[in-house]
């Protein structure tokens, strides 16, 4: 099966769109750029195809008569299965890459306490597994490394005292460690890990034959071979993916595009990245017509948010939620990144809820996408959020009183794919490039790249 990938490097997340000659969305991948951008690439690319095999393989199943009734069914609970059994994988790993550096000498910590306690921690790590997994639940992180962190964080605090070694000394060992599971992961482990999470799942199921009729399809997505015909490269990093410059293409363009796919009437696109923030305007092709941007300060972006989250210690994803909480909102006098921490510490220590200051903060940070919005030429009717920042509430929140505020009624497009929006567009211009020819109306791109 040919297929054609987008790949977004941003500055906090990398993301990967696939599509097919069709142009349908085959899979969807994203990983911490944070690392190492050049392995996020890879990291990415391999999460999209995996995605793309779970398409691959809800298809099958939607056309056996005796599993399409089970379809859906079946494929939540592969999906979540799966991702246990990755988790599991790079947990194992990085307790092995933890305990080789607790043992090392030359390391400073080596001492047959702290490697007890490194071996008792990974214990307790897997057994709590399953539950962060279990149905109905959904981890706090899609993200290893942020998951991890904070589990090894909760149990180093118990099992050092009861072991009696130093805190700090079994977080020294992790640091060491992480970046080379987080770094290694990716679809070389794909069947190993399908099988694994296929065996889990087959257990709630007690019909023989209807798993005949899952191990033969499941034979079929594996014998599918996916041949990458075109990349196409965007984001805050992409000078260093390694594609030829003719496939490299500006974050605008692709921003602009993957909105126009997804909303074929967007004529305003508004993009808070992690590093900066875009206003688009577009036209009935998707084509952009106008633009600003900031990309010389951090402010107003998710890198700001990020460093909110660091200062008051509370996780990123839980901004908006908490925000969402206010009973007014703060005004906030600076949403420069270096006065921020100063001034969030004086409005805790004068009492103002924290709640109040978040719901103040995201309204300053909007307000100032709002001077790009300005300066582009308006927001149109329609209006599409792009980004990480378009999954905070929040801001959306935010961003939606200030537009009736400024411009009246407008119809504000957020997908749930928001976050690969760049990658899409990527993508598009991939299929293009293989399809110089192929034509598709606005109303089509949608339903393609929706189906």
């Known amino acids: 099966m040919k297929i054609f990938v987008g790949i977004d490097l941003g500055s906090t997340t990398t993301k990967s769109v696939v599509l097919d000659r069709g142009g349908h969305i085959l899979g ?72 080789v550096h607790a043992e090392k000498p030359s390391s400073g910590l080596a001492d047959t306490r702290v490697v007890d306690a490194i071996t008792r921690l990974f214990l307790a790590l897997e057994r709590e597994a399953a539950g962060l997994y279990a149905a109905g639940k959904r981890p706090k992180s899609d993200f290893f490394r942020d998951l991890a ?44 890990m399908l099988l694994a999470a296929v065996q889990r799942s087959m257990a709630e199921y007690h019909d023989t034959d209807l798993q005949r009729e899952f191990d033969a399809a499941l034979a079929q997505v594996l014998a599918v071979q996916l041949v990458e015909v075109v990349s196409v490269g ?98 906030i006098n600076s949403t420069c990144t270096v006065f921020a921490g100063a001034e969030l510490r004086d409005r805790l220590a004068n009492g103002q809820r924290r709640e109040d200051i978040l719901a103040g903060l995201h309204r300053a940070i909007v307000l100032r996408a709002m001077s790009l919005l300005s300066r582009s030429g308006g927001v149109q009717e329609e209006f599409t959020f792009t980004g990480g920042v378009a999954k905070n509430p929040a801001a959306v929140r935010a961003l939606r009183a200030l537009v009736v505020e400024n411009y009246g009624e407008r119809t504000l497009n957020i997908s749930s794919d928001s976050i690969y929006m760049g990658a899409l567009g990527a993508a598009i211009f991939a299929l293009r490039e293989e399809q110089p020819g192929a034509e598709y109306s606005a109303e089509q791109m949608g339903e393609l790249a929706w189906s």
Request: charged fraction near 25%.
């Open 28 to 99: 969807r991948g994203i990983t911490n750029s944070r690392s190492n951008y050049d392995i996020a690439c890879d990291v990415a690319r391999g999460e999209a195809l995996m995605d793309a095999r779970f398409h691959i393989f809800g298809e099958l199943l939607a056309k056996s008569p005796k599993l399409s009734e089970h379809k859906d069914e079946f494929l939540t609970l592969l999906r979540r299965n799966f991702r246990l059994e990755q988790y599991l994988l790079q947990l194992r790993q990085l307790g092995e890459i933890c305990r």
């Open 234 to 331: 965007t984001g805050y990093g992409r000078a260093r993916l390694p594609f030829p410059k003719e496939r490299i293409r500006s974050e605008i363009l692709c921003h602009g595009l993957g909105a126009h796919a997804l909303f074929p009437n967007t004529r305003t696109v508004l993009d808070i990245g992690g590093q900066d923030t875009k206003a688009i305007q577009i036209d009935e092709h998707g084509l952009v017509t106008g633009f600003q941007m900031n990309d010389r300060c951090a402010a107003g972006c998710g890198r700001y948010l990020g460093y909110i989250a660091e200062e008051m210690n509370i996780g990123l994803q839980e901004l908006g939620p908490l925000a969402m909480e206010a009973t007014r909102e703060v005004r």
């Open 149 to 192: 962190s904070s589990r090894f964080s909760v149990h180093a605090r118990t099992i050092s005292r009861s072991a009696k070694v130093e805190f700090e000394d079994l977080i020294a060992i992790y640091d060491k460690s992480i970046l080379t599971v987080e770094n290694t992961i990716g679809s070389t482990w794909f069947q190993e």
